[in-house]
């Protein structure tokens, strides 16, 4: 059997990458709250926190982990930052891993 996954080529190597990445942010089951919350748009801190039952200080941890995975957008409103899902960004972190695992 050829294991093409993970071969030397550069492209394989950083799919494989992004992917440990964005498995590594979702795999906490506050962070998985957190998607699902914003899966009905975008919310900043404050309309989050009640919805996930978490601090507001956990919850901003768990939203940076998750912008740095590039799983998350962020605009800015006055004082507020409204986080949304980065849907591109998802599709894409689906797709390798679907290759991966096919």
């Given at each position: 059997?050829?294991?093409?996954?993970?071969?030397?080529?550069?492209?394989?190597?950083?799919?494989?990458?992004?992917?440990?990445?964005?498995?590594?942010?979702?795999?906490?089951?506050?962070?998985?709250?957190?998607?699902?919350?914003?899966?009905?748009?975008?919310?900043?801190?404050?309309?989050?926190?009640?919805?996930?039952?978490?601090?507001d200080?956990?919850?901003?941890?768990?939203?940076?982990?998750?912008?740095?995975?590039?799983?998350?957008?962020?605009k800015?409103?006055?004082?507020?930052?409204?986080?949304?899902?980065?849907?591109?960004?998802?599709?894409?972190?689906?797709?390798?891993?679907?290759?991966?695992?096919?």
């Amino acid at each position: 059997m050829e294991f093409r996954c993970c071969g030397e080529k550069s492209k394989e190597i950083k799919d494989v990458s992004k992917t440990y990445v964005f498995l590594r942010a979702i795999a906490d089951p506050n962070r998985l709250k957190i998607l699902c919350v914003l899966q009905g748009g975008p919310k900043c801190v404050c309309e989050i926190v009640p919805m996930v039952g978490i601090s507001d200080k956990l919850a901003s941890h768990h939203l940076k982990q998750l912008k740095k995975a590039g799983i998350l957008t962020e605009k800015r409103e006055g004082n507020f930052i409204r986080y949304g899902l980065d849907r591109k960004a998802i599709r894409e972190h689906k797709s390798i891993f679907n290759k991966i695992i096919k």
